[in-house]
């Protein structure tokens, strides 16, 4: 399996511009995570699904983000309108459902965005 | 709010300590307990996992006091390669948020030469 994979790897856009950023999970994974990552407040859970279905997007910054899984080898989120305060970096990441079983998370490369 | 709260460092250490770091959680119900590296500007990878009994990875060793609510991770023999950041990760296995992973905001180690 190519693991995690995230595009783009990096997106450059202008304030009020919708962004869409793209992750396809590792074949097999039952949970899919999104996270954000800045300097000042560390790696922070977004959204996470198990089986497609979103089960806690409290982390979700305000109306302007929403997330989705169409099904179990695809997910995207989406920022409309995008803001300066948006620049990050955004990890998805998978795992599977397990008590004795090896059930860390598998991270993608990331998403850089930032937005001018 | 569920946190998982560690020593942001940086820890400076020469080649060959030993160094050590500590994370407390919050949520006495978290089950599952790792730890991940991550260095500049990559993903994060799993490090190792934390046992009850405690376990041990070459150079690594982990462990867990529940009764505490702490985890910890010693470097021996320190390396500069070693050179990271490590993010404690709890993994809560009961109730609505079952599966989530909660990070910490890591503890930056630099080993200098």
């Known amino acids: 399996d190519a693991g995690v994979i995230q595009s783009p790897r990096h997106e450059v856009t202008e304030m009020g511009q919708e962004v869409t950023l793209r992750c396809k999970p590792i074949s097999g994974h039952d949970y899919l995570f999104w996270y954000r990552q800045t300097m000042m407040r560390g790696l922070e859970l977004l959204i996470y699904f198990n089986n497609n279905v979103p089960i806690d997007d409290s982390g979700m910054p305000e109306d302007r983000f929403s997330a989705k899984m169409p099904n179990a080898s695809f997910s995207t989120l989406k920022i409309q309108p995008s803001e300066p305060r948006d620049s990050a970096v955004y990890f998805c990441?998978?795992?599977?459902?397990?008590?004795?079983?090896?059930?860390?998370?598998?991270f993608g490369q990331g998403t850089r965005l930032t937005v001018v | 709010r569920k946190e998982v709260e560690q020593d942001p460092g940086p820890f400076n250490v020469p080649e060959g300590a030993t160094v050590a770091f500590n994370c407390t959680y919050s949520?006495?119900?978290?089950?599952?307990f790792f730890w991940y590296r991550q260095d500049c500007r990559k993903e994060p990878k799993l490090l190792m996992s934390?046992?009850?009994s405690g376990n041990e990875d070459g150079r690594f060793t982990a462990q867990l006091n529940r009764a505490s609510q702490y985890i910890s991770l010693l470097i021996r023999d320190s390396k500069l390669s070693d050179s990271a950041t490590y993010l404690c990760?709890?993994?809560?296995?009961?109730?609505?948020?079952?599966?989530?992973?909660?990070f910490g905001k890591g503890t930056k180690l630099s080993v200098k030469p």
């Open positions: 949520n006495s119900a978290s089950q599952s």
């Open positions: 934390v046992y009850s």
């Open positions: 990441a998978s795992s599977k459902t397990g008590v004795w079983t090896n059930t860390e998370a598998f």
């Open positions: 990760v709890v993994k809560e296995e009961h109730g609505g948020s079952q599966g989530n992973l909660i």
